[in-house]
Each structure stands twice: as structure tokens, then as C-alpha cells.
């Protein structure tokens, strides 16, 4: 037998014997699916689905801890709410994308001087680039309203294709610089442009709905900005990226916002803060925890069980 290396696991299962932990063919999807890691689910399933409890749903994010606990348990006060994803539904997928146009229609209505750069659709939402000042929570509110004005005017999305000259000397009169260079690195043609009713248009091969009263201005919340820099090099201008979450409806939105609620009361990094378990200091190094009295019993106890686990059922301790 090959002498335990630094690496080799503090346990190893006896030879003849099963797996402790079998991969369960019912387990349920996990939460993190729901921001962005790819979803463990069978091929058939449509989207996400989860639990989500509508009597709290108006609660803070910054609500004590003890709040959640205190939360309904009984499967009568839960209501389960489907959501969708890019991938499950082409329909989402267009409102996120045609809702990067309409923010940076908005942004550009309001901060005239404002250059557009890219805008995505993402896990949840979509986010848009501007090279402009730097942007406040306040001036966010302001854009929503921007959106929600195009929304209600259901302009509608019109494709045009136009040559490489074509496109560029139309860059050029909106003096979008971004966009040139966007547009030097794109090879094919012809380009697709898509028109906002008749007075924005951006570069962009879609797919996006067919005018922006399709989309729920209710379904959609602005959630941030913060900075980027141009295509990811720090030696580049500092751009504002605004970040978006859109969804087919009000419910989608609203389970969706009280996910990530949970989520942040949830977060160990908080948990370890309030419940006085463990510090991280940042002069120390970000990855370094320091454990309390209380978090160290609380680990001695979980890792003390945990061996107790695998001794009854036959593994040995290396
Ligand atoms: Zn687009």
C-alpha cells in the first residue's frame, strides 16, 4: 500500500464497501442554480423551480437573523413559483436582451454625453456599459422611469441590415467610438441593426421582442452599477455598468427578489459577523478565518459527528 501522502484524504471508505453518501435521484435543485451555476435538472424539466414564502416576501434584506428562523414553516403559507431561465425560455431571453437596448436608450435620453459600449443578457437579467460619470442609487431610479416611459410607448423593434460603410459612417455621426471599435472586430456581413422606434438604434444580431410593450416594466428592477473597465483591462477607461433583472411577470420578479433575500440573510460571511462564530481580516489575508469561541465549539462538534459517522459505517481515519 502506497505510503498517505500531504494530500491524501483524512478518510478512506473500506474497499468492499458502498459509498457513504449515494447520489440521490431525487434531489432537489441546487440554490446556487438559481444564481448562475448551471442548474442540475433533468433535460425535460422547463426551468427552475423552488418554494418561495409570499407572507415575508416584503421583508428587508437587513431584517435581523433571527427573522428567518422565525419564518413560516407550514407548507400551507408557501407557494411554488416556477422560474425560468435563458435556456428554458426564449421569451425571457428576448426581454432581457431588448431590455439592455431600452436602458441604454434611457441612459443616453437623460446623460446625453453618455457613449455605449456592450450590454448583455445574463444569468437573471442583463447589464449594460457606459463610459460617463459615475452614477448614483438616485440616478438609477431615474432611468427605470426612463424605461418604463419607452415601455409604455411600444415602440417597436425594427432589424436592418447595412454594409460594414454603411454602419460605420452611422457610428461615426453619433460620434460612438466604443461602437467603431466594437464594430472593427466583427467579421461577418452583413450587420444587424436594431431600431427602437425611430430615434435610438443599436448594434446587435438579437433575438429581442417585437416592440417594447412586450416587456412587464414591473417585472423589471435595476439592481446596481458599479465600474468596469472597458473589455476587462484595468489600462482602459472606467465604464459604469448598470446592472438589470427582468422577468415574463410581476410573480417571477417578486420570487425572485425574495430568493435573494434569503440568500443574503443566509450568507456565511454575514452569519459569522452577527452570530459572533468568525472574523475575517483583511490585513491578514481575505481567505483566512478566525475562529471564535462559539464558531470553534460549533466546528469541534459538526467535524467531531462527522467522524463518528464514518467510524459506524467502516471508514477508517488517515
Ligand atoms: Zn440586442
Given at each position: 500500500m502506497a505510503a498517505p501522502s500531504a494530500?491524501?484524504?483524512?478518510?478512506?471508505?473500506?474497499?468492499?464497501?458502498?459509498?457513504?453518501?449515494?447520489?440521490?435521484?431525487?434531489?432537489r435543485p441546487a440554490a446556487a442554480s438559481l444564481f448562475g451555476l448551471p442548474p442540475r435538472k433533468p433535460a425535460s424539466s422547463r426551468g427552475l423551480s423552488y418554494t418561495t414564502v409570499r407572507s415575508s416576501s416584503t421583508t428587508s434584506p437587513s431584517?435581523?437573523?433571527?427573522?428567518?428562523?422565525?419564518?413560516?414553516?407550514?407548507?400551507?403559507?408557501?407557494?411554488?413559483?416556477?422560474?425560468?431561465?435563458?435556456?428554458?425560455?426564449d421569451r425571457l431571453l428576448r426581454i432581457r436582451h431588448t431590455c439592455a437596448h431600452v436602458m441604454a436608450m434611457a441612459v443616453q435620453k437623460l446623460f446625453p454625453n453618455s457613449k455605449v459600449t456592450i450590454g448583455p443578457w445574463i444569468d437573471n437579467g442583463f447589464y449594460y456599459d457606459f463610459d460617463m460619470?459615475?452614477?448614483?442609487?438616485?440616478?438609477?431610479?431615474?432611468?427605470?422611469?426612463?424605461?418604463?416611459?419607452?415601455i409604455r410607448r411600444n415602440l417597436p423593434l425594427v432589424r436592418q441590415e447595412v454594409s460594414r460603410e454603411e454602419a460605420q459612417k452611422r457610428i461615426e455621426v453619433l460620434n460612438e467610438p466604443y461602437k467603431?471599435?466594437?464594430?472593427?472586430?466583427?467579421?461577418?456581413?452583413?450587420?444587424?441593426?436594431?431600431?427602437?422606434?425611430?430615434?435610438?438604434?443599436?448594434?446587435?444580431?438579437?433575438?429581442?421582442?417585437?416592440?417594447?410593450?412586450?416587456?412587464?416594466?414591473k417585472a423589471v428592477e435595476l439592481e446596481s452599477v458599479a465600474g468596469a473597465y472597458w473589455r476587462g483591462d484595468e489600462k482602459n477607461q472606467m465604464l459604469q455598468r448598470i446592472y438589470g433583472t427582468a422577468w415574463e411577470n410581476e410573480d417571477q420578479l417578486k420570487a425572485y427578489i425574495h430568493f435573494k433575500e434569503e440568500a443574503k440573510?443566509?450568507?456565511?460571511?454575514?452569519?459569522?459577523?452577527?452570530?459572533?462564530?468568525?472574523?475575517?481580516q483583511e490585513d491578514a489575508g481575505g481567505g483566512l478565518v478566525f475562529w471564535h469561541p462559539k464558531g470553534a465549539i460549533i466546528r469541534h462538534i459538526l467535524e467531531d459527528s462527522w467522524k463518528q459517522i464514518h467510524l459506524q459505517h467502516g471508514y477508517h481515519l488517515l
Open positions: 494530500s491524501a484524504p483524512l478518510l478512506r471508505s473500506h474497499p468492499h464497501r458502498r459509498s457513504l453518501f449515494p447520489s440521490s435521484p431525487c434531489h431584517a435581523p437573523v433571527e427573522e428567518a428562523a422565525a419564518a413560516p414553516s407550514g407548507d400551507a403559507d408557501k407557494e411554488r413559483v416556477v422560474l425560468p431561465t435563458n435556456e428554458s425560455s460619470e459615475p452614477l448614483t442609487d438616485k440616478d438609477l431610479k431615474k432611468i427605470k422611469k426612463e424605461m418604463d416611459r419607452i467603431l471599435e466594437i464594430l472593427e472586430s466583427i467579421k461577418e456581413e452583413p450587420f444587424a441593426i436594431y431600431h427602437i422606434g425611430e430615434e435610438w438604434w443599436d448594434l446587435c444580431a438579437g433575438p429581442h421582442v417585437e416592440s417594447t410593450g412586450k416587456i412587464n416594466g440573510r443566509r450568507d456565511h460571511r454575514r452569519l459569522g459577523q452577527d452570530l459572533d462564530l468568525f472574523s475575517v
